[in-house]
């Protein structure tokens, strides 16, 4: 229990600290002097939504029309505007917003004022950074296309700038979660200094999932890059070099450019008007590709379309043995499609692995147990002489095979394994909305048997029994009850108390969390039972 308390404790003192959500901010970002170029206007107060960005748009050589290019797929229904040429809406048919019957597709596409929409045009000329935003696209494609698995759909956009520059946009859908977006600029391209792709997004948290916090995500050079909200509002960031993926993620979805040709550019990331800001900048390119892939963070989908892709799931520190024990859950649901379950056999896997480990250090304890009347004694005969008290301490033990470290070093090594859990479960895009028994129908929320009309427990939105919870401290009291106890009557009673107290956590925790640690409570009760009947069996202490 002290592993899990350490655990949390980080998450939460530490990482929620430094990297708290922000529901809403008001604060214009303060980008760095050497961001400022590349930035261009964009950077403008947070008053300045949609119309700044329109003026800081290409402008066509003659007025046209906007309207709206519905794609339908068996995987999403897209929808892409022909002003900016970019995708205004996006929701995927395979999953929902919530868990609640009827809810609607999830929707990917977040916009808002100041949004620059996904597959966006970025321009620079003469110093002068200007975007497609309010650019009118024309199309020869109907208003409904349906893509099929069969033959890719190749949406053609084109437009002419005021001042001769020719853009023509390509986007492809097909039946997968990566669009490929190809650009040629022709006619005045020779002033272009830099070109690329934008996106934006609202970094404020979306739904009520635990930690669920929108962060830009990148990898350029072979490094992972996270930057949050607070880090943007600060100063604005760059990265050069090979841009393998840069978007936008939260914990269980992402939506990334991921660079064909050229790679090599720069990344800027920069915060205003609420919103955060990715743009990909490649020097003297009048030809771009790009993939574009607007899906869900499952760790195979991820790697079907790039292996680096897969750092976008963040594992925490202990990623490499995060990453097993999350493919070990996958392969138990493979044979029982049931999570909830999955996670119980995963659990009995886990608690048989370290089981050695786990007996060593609980017989141990034990045995320092029934050794703690002689320890009092020589303590208190040699109080006054602390080399022979040392001396005689170490004779005590060695008559009776016991290490004094026994106890803490097999729970020491236990501890990587625990934390990996924690981020493996935390982070499985496989529990969201996936349900186990009864009441439990989202393993990724936290545990709660709603009960109507009863007030919402202090400091949630739950309105309803915690019932997982309320096992997990009664098996964690037993527990500790049935557990060795300590000398101290005043440190036992607090052992006591910190069970009950730590359970109270797990109310805002997800469901599936809570229920690997009541499994592997109900495994410990079996463990410590038989180790109890085991100690009444042995012989007493030598003294």
Not at 28 to 51: R, V, W
Not at 74 to 89: H, P
Not at 201 to 229: F, N, W
Request: glycine share 6%; proline share 7%; aromatic share 8%.
């Amino acid at each position: 229990m002290l592993s899990v308390v350490l655990i949390f404790a980080y998450q939460e003192l530490v990482l929620k600290r430094l990297y708290p959500p922000h529901p809403n901010q008001q604060t214009e970002s303060s980008a760095s002097p050497s961001a400022a170029t590349a930035q261009g206007s964009a950077s403008a107060p947070a008053t300045a939504s949609i119309p700044q960005l329109i003026a800081n748009s290409l402008v066509n050589a003659t007025p046209a029309t906007a309207r709206d290019i519905e794609i339908e797929s068996r995987l999403y229904d897209a929808i892409v505007t022909t002003q900016g040429g970019r995708l205004k809406s996006l929701r995927l048919k395979q999953y929902r917003e919530t868990a609640t019957p009827g809810s609607p597709w999830y929707q990917m596409v977040r916009d808002g004022p100041g949004a620059r929409l996904p597959l966006g045009l970025v321009v620079n000329r003469g110093g002068t950074t200007l975007t497609d935003s309010g650019l009118i696209y024309t199309a020869d494609a109907p208003s409904e296309i349906k893509a099929n698995g069969v033959e890719p759909v190749t949406l053609v956009l084109t437009a002419k700038t005021r001042d001769g520059l020719e853009v023509t946009k390509r986007v492809t859908f097909g039946d997968s979660y990566v669009f490929n977006l190809d650009v040629t600029l022709d006619g005045a391209a020779g002033g272009v200094s830099q070109s690329g792709f934008s996106m934006s997004q609202s970094l404020a948290t979306r739904g009520s999932g635990y930690r669920d916090i929108p962060e830009l995500q990148a990898d350029v050079q072979g490094k992972a890059l996270t930057e949050s909200e607070k880090q943007l509002e600060k100063a604005s960031a760059t990265a050069s070099g090979v841009i393998t993926y840069a978007g936008f993620g939260d914990r269980y979805f992402l939506s990334a450019y991921l660079p064909i040709d050229p790679r090599a550019g720069t990344l800027v990331m920069t915060y205003s008007a609420d919103q955060a800001h990715a743009r990909l900048l490649f020097d003297h390119a009048t030809h771009l590709r790009t993939d574009a892939y607007f899906g869900p963070k499952q760790l195979n989908i991820l790697e079907g379309v790039n292996p680096a892709l897969s750092k976008a799931i963040d594992f925490g520190l202990l990623g490499v043995i995060a990453l097993p024990l999350l493919r070990a859950l996958q392969l138990f649901y493979h044979f029982l499609p049931n999570y909830g379950v999955a996670i119980i056999l995963l659990t009995i896997v886990v608690r048989l692995a370290t089981l050695p480990m786990s007996i060593k250090g609980q017989r141990s304890m034990m045995r320092m147990q029934r050794l703690q009347p002689q320890v009092e004694r020589i303590r208190e005969k040699f109080k006054n002489d602390q080399e022979r008290l040392n001396r005689e301490m170490v004779d005590l033990y060695k008559r009776n095979h016991v290490n004094p470290l026994g106890g803490c070093l097999p729970m020491a090594i236990q501890l990587p394994i625990l934390y990996g859990l924690y981020e493996a479960f935390l982070n499985a895009f496989e529990l969201r909305q996936a349900p186990f028994i009864g009441w439990i129908h989202d393993l990724s929320a936290p545990d709660c048997l709603t009960i109507p009309g009863m007030p919402a427990i202090p400091m949630t939105n739950l309105h309803g029994i915690p019932v997982l919870v309320i096992l997990l401290a009664a098996t964690s009291l037993l527990q500790q009850w049935l557990s060795p106890k300590q000398p101290d009557p005043n440190q036992q009673k607090m052992m006591m108390y910190m069970p009950v107290i730590f359970s109270l956590i797990f109310i805002s925790l997800p469901a599936g969390l809570t229920l690997y640690y009541l499994s592997s409570n109900v495994l410990g009760i079996l463990q410590q039972v038989f180790l109890n009947y085991e100690f009444r069996q042995t012989p007493p202490a030598t003294a």
